[in-house]
């Protein structure tokens, strides 16, 4: 069965091409032209994947992406005329899983779609072999079991360590904001500072040497998988 794709553009040109690439290759597609109308999608159908404008009538993209995000890890690429550093980093930390500048080409929309595709379906551990197990790199988790494995050897990980360690590889490549989280792994009722997150990668370095946990300065962190990697 062919992924679902909701596509969210007010503008029909744009509409047209990006709805025109993704049906040749084999997606079904839905085209909206607000984020009221995608969210009634939403309740009814769910798509598998949403590509969204940012500047849309009425709701606009970053609060549609925002409502989506209270409810499911759903693929979110983010298409919009902002090329300021500012409103990538905005759609990034409400939870978008990509971002692309228009104008841009189809190819290069279509190549990510697979890509945010290929990451969603690892993340999920959708191979056959095993529903919970996710592979990235040299690490391996047990999601169910939660246990961890580095380079074939099983590790002994603190309850946080192994949450964030699950968060970043469900969401490789993509970076997480310190005060992201913390709110994932400590709770909305941490009051702590983020130097916790940061003593956390510092103690998953440790027990996992040469891992690709690299630091987004000024920012926070991501892990980095070569084999997703363009």
């Known amino acids: 069965m062919s992924h679902h794709i909701g596509v969210v553009e007010d503008d029909a040109n744009i509409q047209n091409i990006v709805s025109a690439y993704l049906k040749k290759e084999g997606f079904h597609v839905t085209v909206m032209e607000s ?37 499911s890890d759903v693929p979110i690429i983010i298409i919009s005329a902002k090329d300021d550093e500012v409103d990538k ?13 228009k104008p ?12 945010v595709f290929k990451r969603a379906d690892h993340s999920t551990g959708s191979s ?9 790199d040299n690490l391996l988790i047990h999601e169910n ?13 603190t ?16 970076a997480f ?15 702590g500072s983020d130097r916790a997150v940061d003593d ?17 300065w000024g920012y926070g962190y991501r892990l980095r998988s070569e084999e997703e990697s363009l």
């Open 128 to 136: 056959q072999e095993s529903h919970d197990r996710i592979k990235v």
């Open 145 to 157: 079991d939660r246990r961890i494995f580095w380079n074939g050897e099983e590790k002994d990980m």
């Open 35 to 71: 984020a009221e109308a995608a969210w009634d999608l939403w309740e009814t159908q769910r798509p598998d994947m949403w590509i969204l404008d940012i500047m849309l009538p009425g709701m606009d993209g970053y609060e549609f992406c925002k409502k989506i995000r209270q409810e």
């Open 104 to 115: 841009f080409s189809p190819r290069e929309l279509l190549a990510r779609v697979k890509r």
């Open 159 to 174: 309850t946080k360590e192994f949450d964030m360690l699950l968060l970043l590889a469900k969401n490789i490549n993509r």
């Open 200 to 216: 956390l990668v510092k103690r998953i370095r440790k027990k996992l040497p040469d891992i690709q946990l690299e630091t987004v």
């Open 177 to 191: 904001s310190r005060e992201e989280l913390l709110i994932r792994i400590w709770g909305e009722d941490y009051f």
């Open 89 to 101: 980093i905005l759609g990034l930390e409400l939870g978008g899983d990509d971002y692309l500048t």
